[in-house]
């Protein structure tokens, strides 16, 4: 791709926008800190509401629902998970603003209706109905079935993911982060019941993606690469989708998405323009 970036667009869901000027309207799971501090400054978090009424988190799914994400899944997961528990306690009052946060490391953690999105993508794809057969073991209610992740970061998007996955294995390649996300799943887990029992945690680097657990019905990174590694078309089942942000020119990142079809070929689609950090080979 070359030129002017593609404008956002509808495909095969409805897109979020963050609304505002038109370089607002790009997703931003990882925003700068400068617009951080601007985007805290014109919302807040309900005045008198503990962090740990679901009140807190009603409003952000409300505010998901209006930025256009549908899937019951999706947004009972948003209600689920506790994402001021995933936050340093400095953060904790923004934890429910609709922006990403510093989680240490020179990282942040993504932006909820940019998560949303992707994850609502994901749930969309059409290989899920061939998928449903008997015996096949797919549960309409997880409807992710086998999730790899990639950029593990505080564990957040993993106790997401957790809610709609038969099991996630989360890759993460600075190790500080990994203990710590570790630590956040830990301590939230008896607040979640099942959802969070089958999360793999591995510190390593996720462009290699994860062999041994593979194939996966989806697969989605927090991090945005020159091109999709060639282990996660590998490690895709057919009938599976890839969500994954991608540079194209001028440092433009795409959300790209992948289906690989019964047949085993690869379909390849775009899903509006995103801003996530780079993906990075190597351990830390
Ligand atoms: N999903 C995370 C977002 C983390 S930000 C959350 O909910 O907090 C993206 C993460 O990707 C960073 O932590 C970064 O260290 C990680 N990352 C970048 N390149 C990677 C790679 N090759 N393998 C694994 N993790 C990587």
Redesign the pocket.
């Known amino acids: 791709m070359s030129g002017t970036p593609p404008r956002p667009r509808r495909f095969p869901a409805s897109m979020p926008t963050t609304g505002g000027t038109p370089q607002d309207r790009l997703l931003r ?2 925003a700068h800190l400068h617009q951080i501090e601007r985007e805290r400054r014109v919302q807040s978090v309900p005045q008198g509401v503990g962090l740990d009424s679901p009140r807190v988190r009603q409003k952000m799914v409300e505010r998901l629902k209006a930025d256009g994400i549908s899937h019951p899944s999706v947004l009972d997961a948003f209600l689920q998970v506790p994402r001021h528990l ?1 936050v340093d306690t400095a953060l904790v009052n923004q934890a429910y603003e609709d922006t990403s946060l510093p ?1 240490g ?1 020179g ?4 932006k909820p209706s940019v ?1 949303a999105a992707m994850m609502q993508l994901l749930c969309a794809r059409p290989g899920l109905g061939a998928l449903g057969g008997p015996g096949s073991g797919f549960r309409p209610d997880r409807p992710l079935g086998p999730c790899l ?10 106790a997401l993911l957790a809610c709609l996955a038969t099991r996630v294995v989360s ?4 190790r500080e ?1 990994h203990v710590k ?1 570790r630590q956040h799943l830990d301590a939230v887990a008896p607040l979640m019941g099942r959802s969070l029992m089958d999360v793999r945690l591995v510190h ?4 290699l993606g994860h062999a041994p657990s593979a194939p996966y019905h989806t697969i989605i990174a ?2 945005g ?1 020159a091109a999709v590694p060639p282990a996660w078309l590998d490690q895709l089942a057919p009938g599976g989708r890839l969500v994954a942000p991608v540079a194209v020119s001028g440092g433009t990142q795409v959300l790209t998405v992948i289906d690989r079809l019964a047949d085993g070929s690869l379909k390849h689609a775009q899903a509006g323009v995103v801003l ?7 351990l ?1």
């Not at 990282?107 to 993504?110: D, L, R, Y």
């Not at 996530?276 to 190597?282: A, Q, T």
């Open positions: 799971p990882q995933f989680i490391l990282q942040t953690i993504s998560v992740e990639i950029g593990t970061g505080c564990g957040y998007q993993a890759i993460e390649r600075i982060l996300a390593g680097d996720g462009m927090a991090a690469g996530f950090v780079p993906l990075k080979s190597g830390s």
